[in-house]
Protein backbone atom coordinates (compact mmCIF):
# COMPACT_ATOMS: atom_id res chain seq x y z
CA UNK A 1 0.00 0.00 0.00
CA UNK A 2 0.94 3.54 -0.57
CA UNK A 3 1.87 5.67 2.31
CA UNK A 4 3.46 9.46 2.66
CA UNK A 5 5.48 9.99 5.52
CA UNK A 6 6.25 13.94 6.17
CA UNK A 7 8.48 15.10 9.47
CA UNK A 8 9.19 16.53 11.85
CA UNK A 9 5.50 17.25 13.08
CA UNK A 10 6.27 20.31 15.01
CA UNK A 11 9.15 22.86 14.82
CA UNK A 12 9.78 25.88 16.78
CA UNK A 13 12.69 27.94 14.88
CA UNK A 14 14.24 31.26 15.79
CA UNK A 15 13.80 33.92 12.88
CA UNK A 16 17.54 33.64 10.27
CA UNK A 17 17.95 29.76 10.98
CA UNK A 18 17.96 27.08 8.52
CA UNK A 19 14.83 24.81 7.81
CA UNK A 20 14.54 21.52 6.44
CA UNK A 21 11.49 19.25 5.91
CA UNK A 22 11.55 16.22 4.55
CA UNK A 23 8.68 14.21 2.91
CA UNK A 24 9.07 10.57 1.86
CA UNK A 25 6.94 8.49 -0.03
CA UNK A 26 6.46 4.48 -0.29
CA UNK A 27 4.32 1.85 -2.44
CA UNK A 28 4.41 4.32 -5.81
CA UNK A 29 7.22 5.17 -8.25
CA UNK A 30 7.35 8.51 -10.03
CA UNK A 31 4.64 10.50 -8.29
CA UNK A 32 3.95 13.82 -8.72
CA UNK A 33 4.87 15.64 -5.37
CA UNK A 34 3.93 19.07 -3.98
CA UNK A 35 4.31 21.27 -0.60
CA UNK A 36 1.81 23.63 0.20
CA UNK A 37 1.08 26.07 3.20
CA UNK A 38 -2.18 27.02 5.27
CA UNK A 39 -2.44 29.28 7.41
CA UNK A 40 -5.08 29.03 9.69
CA UNK A 41 -8.35 28.01 8.68
CA UNK A 42 -7.61 29.10 5.45
CA UNK A 43 -6.50 27.28 2.53
CA UNK A 44 -3.50 25.86 1.07
CA UNK A 45 -1.07 28.00 -1.28
CA UNK A 46 0.84 25.66 -3.48
CA UNK A 47 4.57 26.46 -2.88
CA UNK A 48 6.42 23.89 -5.43
CA UNK A 49 5.51 20.89 -7.43
CA UNK A 50 7.62 18.18 -8.94
CA UNK A 51 7.18 15.83 -11.77
CA UNK A 52 10.12 14.27 -11.76
CA UNK A 53 13.88 13.95 -10.34
CA UNK A 54 15.58 17.28 -9.88
CA UNK A 55 12.33 18.89 -11.83
CA UNK A 56 11.11 21.75 -9.15
CA UNK A 57 8.15 24.46 -10.20
CA UNK A 58 8.13 27.16 -7.96
CA UNK A 59 4.62 28.84 -7.29
CA UNK A 60 5.70 31.64 -5.06
CA UNK A 61 8.84 33.37 -5.06
CA UNK A 62 10.29 33.86 -1.40
CA UNK A 63 12.94 31.80 0.44
CA UNK A 64 12.36 29.03 0.35
CA UNK A 65 13.25 26.01 -2.14
CA UNK A 66 12.84 22.62 -2.74
CA UNK A 67 14.41 19.47 -4.34
CA UNK A 68 14.03 16.01 -5.08
CA UNK A 69 17.02 13.98 -4.56
CA UNK A 70 15.55 10.94 -5.70
CA UNK A 71 12.15 9.60 -6.84
CA UNK A 72 10.59 9.98 -3.85
CA UNK A 73 11.80 12.27 -1.32
CA UNK A 74 10.52 15.60 -1.35
CA UNK A 75 12.73 18.21 0.69
CA UNK A 76 11.56 22.30 1.34
CA UNK A 77 14.43 24.31 2.78
CA UNK A 78 14.93 27.84 3.80
CA UNK A 79 18.49 29.48 4.12
CA UNK A 80 17.37 32.01 6.45
CA UNK A 81 13.92 31.49 8.27
CA UNK A 82 11.46 34.87 8.65
CA UNK A 83 8.53 35.53 10.81
CA UNK A 84 6.22 35.26 8.07
CA UNK A 85 6.85 31.47 7.39
CA UNK A 86 5.23 30.26 10.12
CA UNK A 87 2.58 27.80 9.03
CA UNK A 88 1.66 24.60 8.27
CA UNK A 89 3.21 22.45 5.91
CA UNK A 90 2.02 20.13 4.33
CA UNK A 91 3.44 17.67 1.27
CA UNK A 92 1.56 15.49 -1.05
CA UNK A 93 1.73 13.19 -3.75
CA UNK A 94 -0.79 12.10 -6.97
CA UNK A 95 -0.31 9.67 -9.32
CA UNK A 96 -1.85 8.13 -12.64
CA UNK A 97 -4.61 5.47 -12.29
CA UNK A 98 -5.61 3.74 -10.63
CA UNK A 99 -5.50 6.71 -8.17
CA UNK A 100 -7.74 8.81 -10.31
CA UNK A 101 -6.13 12.25 -9.59
CA UNK A 102 -6.59 12.04 -6.13
CA UNK A 103 -4.08 13.67 -3.84
CA UNK A 104 -2.82 12.14 -0.64
CA UNK A 105 -0.95 14.20 2.10
CA UNK A 106 1.48 13.61 4.90
CA UNK A 107 0.24 14.60 8.54
CA UNK A 108 1.86 18.04 8.32
CA UNK A 109 4.70 20.00 9.93
CA UNK A 110 3.42 22.89 12.03
CA UNK A 111 6.03 25.36 11.84
CA UNK A 112 6.53 28.17 14.45
CA UNK A 113 9.24 30.75 13.68
CA UNK A 114 10.06 32.94 16.81
CA UNK B 1 -1.31 32.52 -11.45
CA UNK B 2 -4.39 30.30 -11.24
CA UNK B 3 -6.77 31.31 -8.75
CA UNK B 4 -9.45 29.69 -6.84
CA UNK B 5 -11.91 31.79 -5.01
CA UNK B 6 -14.24 29.98 -2.37
CA UNK B 7 -17.07 31.58 -0.99
CA UNK B 8 -18.75 32.05 2.04
CA UNK B 9 -15.55 31.94 3.63
CA UNK B 10 -17.54 30.69 7.29
CA UNK B 11 -20.60 29.08 7.16
CA UNK B 12 -22.39 28.33 10.95
CA UNK B 13 -25.79 26.65 10.66
CA UNK B 14 -28.20 24.48 12.74
CA UNK B 15 -28.69 21.12 12.37
CA UNK B 16 -31.03 20.13 9.28
CA UNK B 17 -30.29 23.14 7.35
CA UNK B 18 -29.23 23.11 3.82
CA UNK B 19 -26.32 25.35 2.74
CA UNK B 20 -24.22 25.63 -0.54
CA UNK B 21 -19.87 26.18 -1.20
CA UNK B 22 -18.92 27.86 -4.35
CA UNK B 23 -15.72 27.78 -6.29
CA UNK B 24 -14.84 30.02 -8.91
CA UNK B 25 -12.09 30.97 -11.17
CA UNK B 26 -11.16 32.85 -14.11
CA UNK B 27 -8.94 30.15 -15.40
CA UNK B 28 -10.45 26.69 -17.38
CA UNK B 29 -9.47 23.32 -14.92
CA UNK B 30 -9.11 19.57 -16.78
CA UNK B 31 -10.52 18.35 -13.52
CA UNK B 32 -11.86 19.81 -9.83
CA UNK B 33 -11.93 18.19 -7.02
CA UNK B 34 -13.35 18.90 -3.48
CA UNK B 35 -11.46 17.92 -0.19
CA UNK B 36 -12.31 18.32 3.65
CA UNK B 37 -10.11 18.32 6.24
CA UNK B 38 -10.15 17.91 10.12
CA UNK B 39 -7.79 20.37 12.22
CA UNK B 40 -4.36 19.27 12.42
CA UNK B 41 -4.97 16.36 9.50
CA UNK B 42 -4.18 16.65 5.83
CA UNK B 43 -7.31 16.90 3.41
CA UNK B 44 -9.11 14.13 2.40
CA UNK B 45 -10.76 13.90 -1.22
CA UNK B 46 -14.68 14.00 -1.68
CA UNK B 47 -15.20 13.33 -5.37
CA UNK B 48 -13.46 14.72 -8.53
CA UNK B 49 -15.37 15.83 -11.66
CA UNK B 50 -13.62 16.44 -15.04
CA UNK B 51 -16.79 16.88 -17.42
CA UNK B 52 -18.67 20.55 -17.69
CA UNK B 53 -21.74 20.21 -16.54
CA UNK B 54 -21.32 17.01 -14.39
CA UNK B 55 -23.22 16.55 -11.24
CA UNK B 56 -22.09 13.81 -8.51
CA UNK B 57 -24.19 12.95 -5.30
CA UNK B 58 -22.70 11.19 -2.84
CA UNK B 59 -25.29 10.67 0.21
CA UNK B 60 -26.30 14.22 1.27
CA UNK B 61 -23.63 16.09 -1.26
CA UNK B 62 -24.17 16.76 -4.35
CA UNK B 63 -21.34 18.05 -6.41
CA UNK B 64 -21.52 20.37 -9.92
CA UNK B 65 -18.79 21.63 -12.47
CA UNK B 66 -19.78 24.51 -14.38
CA UNK B 67 -20.34 24.00 -18.11
CA UNK B 68 -17.49 26.15 -18.80
CA UNK B 69 -15.25 24.09 -16.56
CA UNK B 70 -14.23 27.01 -14.13
CA UNK B 71 -16.59 26.68 -11.09
CA UNK B 72 -18.23 24.65 -8.75
CA UNK B 73 -19.90 23.81 -6.17
CA UNK B 74 -20.88 21.93 -3.22
CA UNK B 75 -24.49 21.27 -1.70
CA UNK B 76 -24.90 19.74 1.61
CA UNK B 77 -28.81 18.72 2.71
CA UNK B 78 -29.80 18.13 6.19
CA UNK B 79 -26.53 18.97 7.21
CA UNK B 80 -25.04 17.38 10.61
CA UNK B 81 -22.90 17.81 12.88
CA UNK B 82 -20.11 15.50 11.46
CA UNK B 83 -20.00 17.79 8.18
CA UNK B 84 -18.27 20.19 10.33
CA UNK B 85 -14.70 20.66 8.71
CA UNK B 86 -12.90 22.73 6.42
CA UNK B 87 -14.14 22.44 2.56
CA UNK B 88 -11.39 22.80 0.43
CA UNK B 89 -11.95 22.60 -4.06
CA UNK B 90 -9.01 22.17 -5.85
CA UNK B 91 -8.70 22.23 -9.66
CA UNK B 92 -6.11 20.14 -11.58
CA UNK B 93 -4.36 21.80 -15.05
CA UNK B 94 -3.83 19.69 -18.65
CA UNK B 95 -1.02 17.14 -17.90
CA UNK B 96 -1.76 16.24 -14.66
CA UNK B 97 0.86 18.08 -13.09
CA UNK B 98 0.05 21.03 -10.70
CA UNK B 99 -2.84 21.12 -8.43
CA UNK B 100 -4.36 24.34 -7.75
CA UNK B 101 -6.26 24.57 -3.96
CA UNK B 102 -9.41 27.22 -3.18
CA UNK B 103 -9.20 29.90 -0.16
CA UNK B 104 -11.09 27.40 1.82
CA UNK B 105 -14.89 27.09 3.60
CA UNK B 106 -14.90 26.88 7.20
CA UNK B 107 -18.22 24.97 8.05
CA UNK B 108 -19.86 24.88 11.68
CA UNK B 109 -22.80 22.71 12.19
CA UNK B 110 -24.46 22.63 15.66
CA UNK B 111 -26.47 20.24 17.04
Known amino acids: SQTIHQWPATLVQPVGSPLSLECTVE??????LYWYRQAAGRGLQLLFY??????ISSEVPQNLSASRPQDRQFILSSKKLLLSDSGFYLC?????????????FGQGTRLTVV | TQLLEQSPQFLSIQEGENLTVYCNSSSVFSSLQWYRQEPGEGPVLLVT?????EVKKLKRLTFQFGDARKDSSLHITAAQPGDTGLYLCAGGNTGFQKLVFGTGTRLLVSP
Open chain 1, 92 to 104: AWRAGSPFGQKAF
Open chain 1, 27 to 32: GTSNPN
Open chain 2, 49 to 53: VVTGG
Open chain 1, 50 to 55: SVGIGQ
